[in-house]
């Protein structure tokens, strides 16, 4: 038998030099910034094992496209040719609205609104913590994606990003319970602040004083306030208004646009020129 | 010498990678609460294996790993992985003696501890509720035990992991 802890100190030793490391991380991770350097190498340095782990999800994927009939795909071809058309009869309106926008804007010597360079990301097939909120995209700072960057869907706002690797990163999901949001009420520009409760389909106004005007049925953009956040981007719709006035402010529970527990594919956006910047 | 050391490394290494990969697989919503908690036992097994090869320190590399992994702040999984290696390897003598079923048994009672450990600290750092779906791996890798120590007893005897 091998003289098991005749070398190296004594286990509770160990132990306690286990514990005194595992305080420093915490601490340094949670109260200081120095941590997001740090997370970048060694979210690049595991990459492998999340594409490892990924690969069986893909693999049956690209079976099922493999298997699918003729028949379906070209009803989908079909669908898809057909919902090509009406959004490019959208698009030809919002060139011109666009046009108009930007010449009203200039008569009012405001600045026209910038356009955002966009790229698509997918979500890896990789199990998060059942704490928080998150999902890992293939995209990371080799393709200049940063920290506390803006994610959409084609619905509407799916969160943003927390944490880089070097191909990957992790997005924060909107309704998760640290995030929250600057928004305003599309029908009468009311601002709040819209946080998420952890929950999926319920994310709630923080407070709104009574009698603040919301119906049911409000959609929610972006206010732009918060700068992370460009403006105008469709958020959530309200679901429910409790004007309960024994409680100090109004309850607003709304139900996210994007279709945060089925992503597939994000949108990765950066201001205009933001990216050739950072290249 | 060298050579042992170096080979025995590897496959302890290999196993703690496909433990890792498990641990963030995806898994359909049903059975997702469920989840084994594949790397803490095979962390636990080889530390009553080879208690001069896997010990705390190994325990807690291991569980900072996982912490990177599944997004958490660094260090959680960490610590529950050091403490729960520190119980085993305090009483692994005893646990080698003890029949599978006993076995189970305490794993499951020594994971109860690692998920309420996980969930303090998290409690502590980020506003989480408690539910008690959080301590549903516990019984699942309890009854996994049971078919796992004889594959990884295979496994190290088959390879000649010393």
Do not use: C
Not at chain 1, 126 to 143: I, L, R, Y
Not at chain 2, 64 to 72: R, Y
């Amino acid at each position: 038998m091998n003289p098991i802890f005749g070398a190296g100190p004594s286990l509770p030793l160990r132990f306690f030099f286990a514990f005194v490391i595992s305080v420093i991380t915490i601490t340094t991770d949670v109260y200081t910034d120095s941590s997001k350097q740090i997370r970048t190498y060694l979210n690049t340095l595991v990459a492998p094992i999340q594409y490892l782990a990924s690969l069986p999800q893909d693999a049956f994927d690209a079976m099922a496209k493999y298997a699918a009939s003729k028949q379906s795909l070209l009803d989908e071809n079909e669908a898809l040719r057909k919902l090509q058309l009406l959004q490019n009869q959208k698009l030809q309106k919002y060139d011109m609205l666009k046009a108009e926008n930007d010449k009203l804007r200039a008569l009012l010597t405001t600045n026209p609104r910038a356009e955002s360079t966009k790229e698509v990301a997918e979500v890896m097939a990789v199990a998060s913590n059942p704490f928080t909120q998150s999902v890992v995209v293939d995209k990371g700072s080799s393709n200049q994606a940063f920290e506390g960057q803006p994610v959409l869907d084609d619905l509407g706002v799916v969160g943003q990003v927390v944490s880089v690797g070097n191909t990957t990163s992790r997005i924060l999901l909107l309704t998760d319970q640290t995030h929250a949001l600057p928004i305003r009420v599309l029908r009468n520009d009311v601002r709040g602040i819209l946080q998420g409760t952890g929950n999926i389909n319920r994310m709630e106004l923080l407070n709104l004083p009574h009698g603040t005007d919301v119906k049911v049925g409000d959609r929610l953009v972006t206010s732009g306030l918060g700068e992370v956040f460009p403006e105008g981007y469709p958020v959530a719709d309200v679901i429910e208004v409790q004007p309960d006035v024994t409680k100090p402010f109004m309850r607003v529970i709304a139900k996210p646009v994007a279709q945060v527990d089925r992503i597939k594919h994000i949108l990765l956006l950066w201001d205009e020129g933001q990216r050739e910047e950072m290249k | 010498m060298i050579k042992l050391f170096r080979s025995s490394w590897w496959f302890i290494t290999i196993s703690v990678l496909i433990a890792l990969v498990l641990s963030i697989m995806p898994l359909p919503l049903e059975i997702k609460a469920w989840r084994p908690d594949w790397l803490a036992m095979v962390i636990i097994y080889w530390t009553i294996a080879l208690p001069h090869r896997v010990n705390i320190g190994t325990a807690w590399v291991v569980g900072f790993m996982l912490d990177i992994l599944l997004g958490t702040v660094l260090g959680i999984h960490a610590f529950a992985m050091a403490l729960v290696v520190f119980v085993t390897a305090s009483n692994f003598q005893k646990l080698r003696n003890f029949s599978v079923w006993q076995q189970a048994a305490l794993i499951g009672v020594f994971l109860l501890l690692y998920h309420m450990v996980i969930f303090w600290l998290n409690r502590f750092l980020v506003q989480i509720n408690f539910s008690l779906d959080l301590l549903y791996p516990a019984f699942t890798s309890a009854l996994i035990w049971i078919w796992l120590f004889p594959v990884m007893r295979g496994y190290r005897r088959r390879f000649k992991v010393r």
